[in-house]
């Protein structure tokens, strides 16, 4: 009987990680596959080995958080299972709309409608992981308005990151051994550019695999059903089929539907939010990276877009010249030329005036950041209620 029960946990461990891979490969290489850098094939690769060694190094210390932290109690294999059916059920509402849902919060919320249901529940835990879900999108969204307002539009016009049409690298086949070379068209400058990108690509996916593996894994993890190598193991193949299938939209998504995004505010975004969640997740903190991420790119946005706004105009709303520029974070800064100064208009957007980022977008980004957890918390809460022996 054991032995069906934990291969039916496997299966819902196995869901579970399915949908967080449409989610979290949806969110960290949506930004890529909209710049048109990566494909979505490559991004499921190496979203897939970047998601292991995440959850083997750090992801081990959000593990334990999710396995002893939230209740006082060891789970028992039966409630480890529902409780992850729960979080999938959570996780794949937002899928189905397209949406990356915030797994670490759904999973809490899981595990937290278990020990209201139980009175196990930990509440100085839970407040301080829901401090740190209140900070994270205000912080992603201010180091975002910081970097588009003065760091951005700086940057942008010392590194001009264009991608060529064909292949961007070539087997050289003329000497002895065949060698890389540049595509026909590719330049050093798009080459090196490309790899840095790529670089903070698998940064971004480390860090998911650092905030999302323990999901799938710490609730057959917790009560010794499985040993958490294992969990990672399992967890991490889960992700890799979600991020070659389901993942596919979700990319699509986030790469073309919040905001219209350059490569180089992709690697901004990157950057951010892989370090809020890198960090968070390394002092145990089950974190989103899907909030991080998505705010950071509203944050940038809005930040180039009132660059024609000073702080003092904004202060004493003495704004009646200047208006926020609509498409600014796509605004054409010649090489070598001056970025316009704060309080200046900014040069005719590249693209024809297309909004800076959809409003419709963000409010269902974060309607469903809500209605997954909840979800899963109140389902759960429901069922170990009136199942009171499951658990």
């Known amino acids: ?45 190496v ?6 060694l995440g959850g083997w190094t750090v992801g081990r210390n959000v593990m334990t958080t999710l396995s002893e932290g939230i209740i006082t109690m060891e789970l028992s294999l039966s409630a480890g299972v529902a409780v992850l059916f729960f979080i999938g059920l959570g996780i794949l509402v937002a899928n189905i709309f397209g949406v990356p849902v915030p797994t670490s919060m759904t999973t809490v919320g899981a595990i937290a409608g278990l020990g209201l249901a139980t009175d196990t529940l930990n509440y100085r835990t ?7 879900w209140v900070v994270t999108p205000v912080l992603g969204f201010w180091i975002g308005v910081t970097v588009g307002r ?17 292949p961007l690298l070539v087997l050289d086949r003329e000497g002895r051994l ?39 894994a710490a609730p057959l993890v917790s009560g010794g059903s499985l040993e958490i190598d294992v969990g990672i193991l399992i967890a991490t193949v889960a992700i890799g089929l979600g991020g070659f299938t389901i993942a596919r939209r979700t990319m699509t998504s986030v790469g073309g539907e919040l905001s219209e995004i350059p490569l ?9 939010a892989s370090t809020i969640t890198t960090l968070l997740s390394w002092i145990g903190i089950p974190i989103s990276l899907v909030m991080a991420t998505v705010m950071t790119i509203v944050g940038i946005g809005w930040g180039r877009a009132t660059r024609p706004i000073t702080v003092r105009g904004a202060v004493t709303r003495d704004t009646a010249d200047h208006e926020i520029a ?23 957007p590249v693209l ?24 899963s918390t109140a389902l759960a809460y429901v069922f170990f209620l009136v199942v009171p022996g499951v658990a």
């Open 264 to 272: 180089l505010a992709a690697l901004f975004v990157m950057v951010t």
């Open 1 to 45: 009987m054991v032995e069906y029960l934990l291969a039916i946990g496997v299966v819902a461990a196995v869901f579970v990680g399915f949908n967080i891979g449409g989610s979290s490969t949806g969110i960290t290489w949506g930004p890529s596959v909209g710049a048109g850098i990566v494909r979505k094939s490559t991004a499921a690769a």
């Open 47 to 52: 979203m897939t080995v970047f998601v292991f």
């Open 150 to 166: 003065y760091v951005y539009p700086v940057i942008d016009r010392r590194v001009q990151i264009e991608k060529s049409r064909g």
């Open 352 to 375: 024809d005036a297309r909004e800076l980022f959809n409003p419709r977008a963000v409010i269902k980004y974060v309607s469903m950041w809500v209605i997954g957890p909840t979800m």
């Open 126 to 132: 839970i407040v301080e992981i829901i401090s740190w």
């Open 178 to 216: 065949p060698r890389p070379a540049l595509g026909p068209n590719t330049t050093v400058r798009e080459l090196v550019t490309t790899l840095v990108v790529l670089t903070i690509g698998c940064y971004m996916a480390f860090s998911a695999g650092a905030s999302n593996v323990p999901n799938a």
């Open 326 to 348: 609509p498409g600014a974070i796509t605004a054409d800064t010649a090489p070598g030329k001056a970025a316009a100064p704060i309080g200046e208009p900014e040069p005719q």
